[in-house]
């Protein structure tokens, strides 16, 4: 029986997150999505708690990353703004994946920047991963890549590049051609200079403005194999593709607990008919729904981080993750598993932010509260 009970570094860590995000991020969401980005003060500020820095401490990082730890970091940053809580992980996924996948040579020349105490935080990364006709799943990934002499040649789109045009860390998820499954994924760098890519901003968002983002476009781009994370089809790729998964789900999870709560307290002091709403069944089995619904999504969740830190750890070697059948790959089950939580509950973000709206009545449309925009942010998450 898995025990998901945080230790209690996790709870400090939590907390930590918590209050940031209540005194931090949720006065700051509305702001934000007005200028349409972060503040660079709030970047810092982060960046000084050692939260967005989940690296070896070797290269200046805070400790290597474990998924349940950031599981639990997501969701309080998503508790108090999704679109925020996108920003920062969008940017932490480009060194991310460099970090898992890269060799080490990769690793020492993007990982130290990212670190450094005076200008870390001025850093931006990304990691393209759905495609435009495609969801965050690997099956669906069709960017692809055909070698040709001592480079590789890419064709395909990307959507939803947070921080995509940066001249950062930008990485790109893709599959070399004729491959299936995981076998053939990749991941490659793009560099600041690269002929046939196009990149386009996602102009006019309804939802997680204060998370920038762009497309792309490529062409018959050709780049150098050097540009290639590790080797094709290493368990790196897999790993940061699952935890961008896994990230994307808490921040969902946040989102639909501060829709949760936020109803539940309007409701119980909002008057109708000399009683509070909160006291008649059809508001009550809303908010009831809502709270059962969070749970379950969190659980999905939590089990597939602990997957995540096994398989990363290398525990389940030869062991399926699943309990009904023994020869199931780990790896394919930790794919599984990852995007069905991703799935799940951004698919109760959605119905949360949409239920808060509805018991709020009027209210709820009003940029007085911060539901109509938790609202839009969620639906933004597909």
Same mark, same amino acid.
């Given at each position: ?16 997150? *918590? ?250 002091? *909002? ?112």
């Amino acid at each position: 029986m898995l025990n998901f009970a945080p230790t209690e570094e996790q709870e400090e860590i939590r907390s930590l997150a *918590r209050s940031l995000a209540v005194e931090q991020l949720r006065p700051q969401g509305r702001e934000a999505e007005q200028k349409g980005d972060i503040s660079p003060e709030l970047v810092q500020t982060l960046s000084q708690t050692g939260l967005t820095t989940p690296f070896p401490e070797e290269f200046g990082g805070s400790g290597a990353i474990e998924a349940m730890t950031y599981t639990l970091i997501a969701e309080e940053l998503g508790f108090g703004d999704g679109a925020l809580a996108m920003n920062i992980i969008g940017s932490l996924m480009g060194p991310i994946t460099v970090m898992l996948a890269g060799n080490e040579s990769q690793q020492q020349e993007h990982i130290p920047p990212f670190c450094d105490p005076r200008s870390g935080y001025q850093q931006r990364g990304s990691l393209a991963y759905a495609e435009r006709t495609g969801g965050f799943t690997l099956a669906e990934v069709g960017l692809t890549a055909h070698k040709e002499g001592d480079g590789f040649i890419l064709n395909g789109t990307k959507r939803d590049v947070i921080h995509g045009w940066e001249l950062g860390t930008r990485v790109v998820l893709l599959r070399l051609e004729n491959t299936v499954e995981t076998e053939g994924l990749c991941a490659f760098m793009i560099p600041s200079r690269l002929d046939g890519l196009q990149i386009s901003a996602d102009v006019q968002k309804l939802g997680l403005i204060a998370a920038p983002s762009v497309s792309y476009s490529l062409a018959d781009v050709a780049i150098p194999e050097a540009c290639m994370l590790g080797e094709p089809g290493n368990k790196g790729v897999i790993r940061a593709a699952t935890l961008y998964n896994i990230l994307r789900a808490g921040v969902a999870c946040g989102m639909a607990r501060a829709a949760f709560e936020y109803a539940m307290d309007f409701a119980k002091e *909002r008057i109708a008919f000399g009683r509070p709403i909160a006291s008649y069944q059809g508001i009550a089995f809303m908010v009831s729904e809502m709270a059962m619904n969070l749970d379950a999504a969190r659980l999905m969740l939590w089990r597939a981080a602990t997957s995540w830190d096994r398989v990363g750890a290398g525990y389940p070697q030869g062991v399926s993750l699943h309990p009904f059948d023994p020869k199931a790959s780990p790896w394919l089950e930790l794919v599984r598993e990852t995007e069905s939580a991703q799935h799940q509950a951004v698919e109760i973000a959605k119905s949360a932010t949409i239920d808060a709206v509805q018991i709020m009545g009027g209210a709820g449309f009003m940029q007085d509260h911060p539901v109509e925009m938790w609202m839009r942010n969620a639906a933004a998450m597909e």
